[in-house]
């Protein structure tokens, strides 16, 4: 609806399906409150990624790992980093790909629009020239067998032939709209017109659904049928068809959960239904890129989401248990905390503090009378709650207290200290909490007069606490760059710095102590330590793979801990390094979920209901720990190119031919 103002008058112009839209609006207004601000993360590829064509027809997971992209421009092969396109010059029928499907030996077969079926092994294609027709609907066996539609007909491959395959004489004249194989019944299932849904399997026919209002999709293994006289979707469970999903109304109801994720369309409004769940939710932002109605045209589950192919290319939706807010709904997030209401409090660096009840997102007005005071929103890290339920907030001005009732403002104004606190601590065990700071360690005491003491780093007065730990003895351990092992009961400190001799070029400026004791330290200038506590030594981890600066450590649970550096989450199977001494990690990042780029220091915090906020320059993240998949499957590699050479992926061996009178050549691999 569009209107506009003028001399205090309203004009509206012409509205077209008024109610229609009006409802719309308001479900709108209504359910996106419901789940405002929990996106699902998206990987968008166009034609700028190397996509050959927006308009994404197919989309088919092969033998190998490899996701195959069928488009109204050819085909294209992604490896999860890039893409291989290949077109009629190549050796394609046609450029509009129809179906993509992989027979028994391991070769692709690609059904073209208009020219038919070609064969695949990755160096060459070979075409069946079966002339020009209407192909559509590829199916292949376990045995092997191809077989298509030409012209509605039920076609199979035999040898270089196509050859009609005639129906029962009660169909003899339907014509065939869709073919599928469905593996686990080892039969195909066509869609006759007029007819319904028809089983063949050897040389028998039966007919299992006699709807013509149904219609069958394929997504990869399974199959899905539409009845769009009742409104229902349903999937074969032990022999019978089953509802699943329900759409009478603008709410879908789901009825069984699926094994894998799905996406659908319900008043143009896309929603995702992740796999063995029995809640469809909205996607939420940039669902506009997956496309409107018929445009989402092809859909792939994967372990950790789904592909999704239309109009405007190809989106993998991750759904391993990471959402995020986007920046327009938090603005620049550099501390979380949970109030003892169990609402998420969202400290932003310049912005005023945001509440997340579970539903919406709303500021926080309750301190805004303190603002005279703190002269500006200058938030940092690690606010905390403590022990009786206060909330204390990191700021250029000192620290913010909330105990319940009022919110004040604790700086202890002094001649020599600078009031900015980076970051907070609580010790519960002394009733303490820590203030990491310029020059200094406070040590403030949590009740009133909230008393306190200051322990000065001493031979490093301009060092910024960046990070503060407790050990299991109670000793503290603080970063500034270098590092203070400071003992609150025998009032001894203990440095550690490049210049002392005892600590190597690092720049420490995050701590994370684990279940076992040991002490490990991200580093400004690249990588991760580990104290040695028997030596008294700082030991690097990994140091040809963690390399760039690490902002935060922290642990994910109790098994594993979470590493964030520049532009990736490292999850560290930490029980697994401690049993055996192997090291197993696992990446996200934008391609497999988490959304955000250079996580912040410390920016970290665990919620009591299980979930890992996690800061960073771009989105504030939320993950669910019990989602992740964090197995570690070895690489599978493939010889992919000699020299110029395109290598087939079928071949019985791995010995190539070196050409006479070349003593080098360049060989290319692919793992996956």
């Not at 592909?307 to 405007?312: F, Q, V």
């Not at 600590?503 to 330290?521: E, F, N, S």
């Not at 970290?604 to 570690?632: A, E, Q």
Request: glycine share 8%.
């Amino acid at each position: 609806m569009i209107c506009s103002c003028e001399n205090k008058r309203v004009f509206f112009g012409k509205i077209y399906n008024s109610l229609r839209f009006i409802l719309l609006g308001l479900f709108y207004l209504f359910f996106t409150e419901l789940l405002y601000a929990q996106h699902f993360p998206m990987r968008h590829y166009t034609t700028y990624d190397g996509l050959s064509q927006m308009q994404v027809t197919y989309l088919y997971k092969d033998s190998r790992g490899y996701l195959w992209i069928g488009t109204k421009y050819g085909l294209n092969k992604f490896n999860g980093e890039s893409f291989t396109s290949y077109q009629v010059e190549d050796g394609l029928p046609s450029r509009i790909i129809k179906s993509i499907g992989e027979d028994n030996k391991g070769y692709l077969w690609v059904l073209c629009e208009a020219f038919g079926l070609a064969r695949f092994d990755g160096q060459r294609f070979q075409k069946y020239h079966h002339g020009r027709g209407d192909f559509s609907s590829l199916a292949i066996d376990a045995k092997g067998a191809v077989f298509c539609l030409k012209d509605h007909q039920l076609c199979h491959i035999v040898g270089d032939s196509l050859v009609t395959i005639a129906l029962p004489n009660e169909w003899k004249n339907k014509p065939v709209e869709s073919l599928f194989y469905e593996k686990k019944s080892e039969s195909f299932l066509l869609w006759l017109r007029d007819v319904g849904l028809v089983r063949w399997k050897g040389d028998t026919w039966h007919l299992i659904t006699p709807k013509p209002s149904y219609r069958t999709i394929q997504i990869q293994d399974h199959l899905l049928h539409q009845d769009y006289q009742t409104h229902h979707w349903f999937v074969e469970v032990e022999g019978s068809m089953q509802p699943f999903l329900e759409l009478k109304g603008n709410i879908p109801k789901v009825l069984r959960a699926l094994p894998f994720a799905w996406t659908f369309v319900v008043n143009e409004i896309p929603y995702i239904l992740e796999k063995n769940s029995l809640i469809a939710q909205t996607i939420g932002e940039n669902s506009e890129l997956l496309g409107e109605g018929e445009a989402m045209t092809t859909q792939l589950p994967d372990e950790n989401g789904v592909w999704i192919g239309g109009e405007k290319g190809l989106t993998f939706l991750a759904t391993n248990g990471m959402r995020y807010f986007s920046q327009k709904e938090v603005p620049r997030a550099w501390g979380v905390v949970e109030d003892k209401e169990g609402n998420i409090l969202i400290q932003n660096w310049l912005h005023p503090i945001q509440k997340w009840d579970g539903k919406t997102i709303s500021t926080l007005h309750d301190y805004q009378y303190l603002i005279p005071v703190l002269k500006e929103e200058s938030w940092y890290f690690k606010p905390q709650r403590d022990q009786l339920g206060h909330l204390w907030f990191s700021h250029t001005r000192g620290i913010m207290h909330y105990d319940g009732n009022k919110y004040q403002l604790l700086n202890y104004p002094t001649q020599t200290e600078d009031p900015l606190t980076f970051c907070l601590k609580e010790d519960p065990a002394r009733h303490l909490m820590l203030q990491g700071a310029q020059g200094y360690l406070g040590m403030i005491e949590n009740r009133p007069p909230y008393k306190r003491t200051v322990i000065p780093t001493t031979e490093y007065p301009e060092a910024n606490i960046l990070s503060i730990e407790i050990a299991a003895d109670g000793t503290y351990w603080l970063a500034w760059g270098g590092l203070t092992h400071y003992n609150p009961d025998t009032k001894t400190i203990k440095n550690y710095a490049r210049s002392k001799g005892n600590l190597p070029k690092m720049g420490a400026q995050t701590l994370h102590i684990d279940p076992k004791g040991t002490l490990w330290v991200g580093a400004d200038l690249g990588g991760v330590y580990r104290y040695d506590a028997k030596k008294d030594q700082f030991v690097r981890f990994l140091p040809h793979f963690l390399t760039r600066p690490v902002n935060f450590i922290d642990k994910l649970d109790s098994d594993h801990l979470l590493i964030g550096d520049m532009s990736n989450l490292y999850v560290f199977d930490l029980k697994r390094y401690y049993a055996t001494g192997q090291v197993r990690i696992k990446s996200f990042n934008h391609r497999n979920g988490f959304m955000g780029i250079e996580p912040f220091q410390n920016g970290s915090y665990h919620d009591s209901k299980g979930f890992v906020w996690v800061m960073s320059s771009t989105v504030l993240s939320r993950i669910d720990p019990r989602l992740l998949d964090l197995k570690t499957d070895s690489l599978r590699v493939f010889t992919t190119r000699l020299d110029t050479l395109n290598l087939p992926f079928v071949a019985t061996d791995s010995i190539w031919t070196i050409p006479y009178g070349k003593n080098t050549v360049r060989v290319a691999f692919e793992a996956q």
